[in-house]
C-alpha cells in the first residue's frame, strides 16, 4: 500500500514534443503529490505539486493531471526543451515522500 | 537564501567503520528529513525530525543507523558498523513546518562509498 509505480523508466522525445509521465498509487490516505526534478549529482527540485481536491494543476510549461477514482497522476511538459534533460520522480504523502523510481527523459535538438 | 547543505559530499570508508553525515536546513525550518537513494532508484525515506525529536524513524533499516538533532536545527545521521550495501546517496530535506502535505526542499546530498 505504500508503493507509487512509475512509467516509463525512460523517455525520449525530440524538442518542442510533450513527454508525458504515468504514477499510480495505492494507499487513499496520500494527500500531497509532488513532482520533482533531479539532474546527476544534485538532489532532487520541487518542481510542481497537487493535492486531491483539483483534478489538474498547471504552472508554466509544467501540468500535472490528478485522476483520485484511479488512483494516478501524470506529469505533462510543454514544448520540451534540451535542458529539461533530467530524471524526475513523482512521490505521494501525507508526512514522509514515497517516491516512484523514476523516468529518465531525453529531450533531443 | 541558502538552501539545504550537506557535508562531506563525498565519503569513502572500510566495511566495519563508522560514519556521521552531517545536514544544515535551511534556517528557520521545523522539519527534517532523511532519504537514502540507491543508483537509479528513487529516495526512500529513513528519518523525520519535527524539532529535535524524531517524529517518524520507521525507515533506519536496522540498529547500526542513528540520527540526532540536538538543538532543532542541525542533524547529524550515523552509521556504526559500515557494509557494502550501505553506498548510497543519504538526502537531506526540510521543511518550513512539516506535517501533512509540506514540501520538502532537499540538500546535494552525501554519496556514501563502503569499500
Known amino acids: 500500500q505504500q508503493q507509487v509505480k512509475q512509467s516509463p523508466q525512460s523517455l525520449i522525445v525530440q524538442k518542442g514534443g510533450i513527454p508525458i509521465i504515468n504514477c499510480a498509487y495505492e494507499n487513499t490516505a496520500f494527500d500531497y503529490f509532488p513532482w520533482y526534478q533531479q539532474f546527476p549529482g544534485k538532489g532532487p527540485a520541487l518542481l510542481i505539486a497537487i493535492r486531491p481536491d483539483v483534478s489538474e494543476k498547471k504552472e508554466g510549461r509544467f501540468t500535472i493531471s490528478f485522476n483520485k477514482s484511479a488512483k494516478q497522476f501524470s506529469l505533462h511538459i510543454m514544448d520540451s526543451q534540451p535542458g529539461d534533460s533530467a530524471t524526475y520522480f513523482c512521490a505521494a504523502s501525507r508526512r514522509k515522500l514515497i517516491f516512484g523510481q523514476g523516468t529518465e527523459l531525453s529531450v533531443k535538438p | 537564501g541558502a538552501g539545504v547543505s550537506q557535508t562531506p559530499s563525498n565519503k569513502v570508508t572500510e566495511k566495519g567503520k563508522y560514519v556521521e553525515l552531517r545536514c544544515d536546513p535551511i534556517?528557520?525550518?521545523?522539519?527534517l528529513y532523511w532519504y537514502r537513494q540507491s543508483l537509479g532508484q528513487g529516495p526512500e525515506f529513513l528519518i523525520y525530525f519535527q524539532g529535535t525529536g524524531a517524529a517518524d524513524d520507521s525507515g533506519l533499516p536496522n540498529d547500526r543507523f542513528f540520527a540526532v538533532r540536538p538543538e532543532g536545527s542541525v542533524s547529524t545521521l550515523k552509521i556504526q558498523r559500515t557494509e557494502r550495501g550501505d553506498s548510497a546517496v543519504y538526502l537531506c530535506?526540510?521543511?518550513?513546518?512539516?506535517?501533512?502535505?509540506?514540501?520538502?526542499?532537499f540538500g546535494p546530498g552525501t554519496r556514501l562509498t563502503v569499500l
Open positions: 534556517s528557520g525550518h521545523t522539519a
Open positions: 530535506a526540510s521543511s518550513p513546518r512539516g506535517g501533512r502535505g509540506a514540501t520538502q526542499y
